[in-house]
């Protein structure tokens, strides 16, 4: 009888390097993606309710941009960083899915 033997990938953490049996649902993780301080994403799908801000205008960290209504609830979407409004990708009754750019900035 002959074993089907594992196939070992080589998996690196922190400059050492270890053979390993990676499980399937391992293998098929969405792939990371590095932040992006100057993009505000909605974090859930959801509906734009209101929109407090257009391009060229100055913010303040914490300053409410926008407000997404996602399962029954109002969510003020805030400026992560100080800085100016470079885009507003969507305006108000937009039904916008997880992840998509809202506000594009530029930081100070």
């Given at each position: 009888m002959s074993e089907?033997?594992?196939?070992l990938s080589t998996f690196t953490l922190d400059d050492a390097s270890y053979e390993t049996v990676l499980t399937?649902?391992?293998?098929?993780r969405q792939a990371w993606i590095p932040p992006e301080?100057?993009?505000l994403r909605a974090h859930i799908?959801?509906?734009i309710l209101k929109v407090h801000t257009s391009p060229g205008k100055t913010v303040k960290r914490g300053e409410a941009l926008l407000v997404l209504e996602a399962m029954k609830m109002?969510?003020?979407m805030a400026s992560p960083r100080d800085g100016t409004?470079?885009?507003v990708h969507v305006k108000e009754g937009d039904v916008v899915p997880k992840g998509q750019v809202l506000v594009?900035?530029?930081?100070?």
């Amino acid at each position: 009888m002959s074993e089907k033997k594992p196939k070992l990938s080589t998996f690196t953490l922190d400059d050492a390097s270890y053979e390993t049996v990676l499980t399937r649902k391992f293998q098929r993780r969405q792939a990371w993606i590095p932040p992006e301080p100057d993009k505000l994403r909605a974090h859930i799908p959801g509906t734009i309710l209101k929109v407090h801000t257009s391009p060229g205008k100055t913010v303040k960290r914490g300053e409410a941009l926008l407000v997404l209504e996602a399962m029954k609830m109002a969510n003020d979407m805030a400026s992560p960083r100080d800085g100016t409004v470079k885009a507003v990708h969507v305006k108000e009754g937009d039904v916008v899915p997880k992840g998509q750019v809202l506000v594009e900035l530029k930081l100070k």
